[in-house]
């Protein structure tokens, strides 16, 4: 009944791979082998540039429509639905995953803080140094508990549109009530 927890802020490369302070590469595929081995679950936060790689999800509704179409003219509809099912390296049932972007975007920062990591500090109550905020914005249903859906919820709303940045938050499984934060 083990629950870990990965959190990565940083620079991520094109193909998934989270960049270390020493400029070496780590990819998804890596990264997903070596949580594999971490008894139970495991909650994977990546705030990186195509961090949606891990799960396999593109973030672009211009994609979803573009497999749409292509499915509707090929007699292998179901071929497409079952590659598309298949997601990234952590789009399996060990991992709950939140992405600060889809697998074609870049994770944007303002000043001296990432936008994901700021607003989902926020939404779990804290400020971005760490102090304690008066609400626990991500708190839909206002039972001082917060889950993985209430933190994609929140982030994917801020990330998108009011901020005026564009960057599609992600998460793998959608609709997950695993309780990540409580106060």
Known sequence: NDIS???YTGHGASDG???????EYLSP????????????????ILDSCYSGVAIGKSGSALQSFNDSVVAAFDNAEMEVKNENAKGGPMSTSKFRVLTACGQYESSYAYSKYSIFTYYLARGTGLSYGGNKLGAIYAD???????????????????C????????????????SNLKLFQR
């Open 5 to 7: 927890l990965f959190y």
């Open 17 to 23: 791979s989270l960049v270390t302070t020493n400029y």
């Open 29 to 44: 595929y890596t990264l997903a082998s070596w949580l594999k081995q971490v008894p139970g679950n495991v909650v994977v």
């Open 140 to 158: 839909s249903n206002r039972d001082r508990k917060i889950t993985l859906k209430e933190c994609y919820n929140y982030t994917y709303s801020y």
């Open 160 to 175: 998108l549109g009011e901020t005026g940045w564009r960057q599609h938050v992600r998460c793998y499984p959608e609709g």
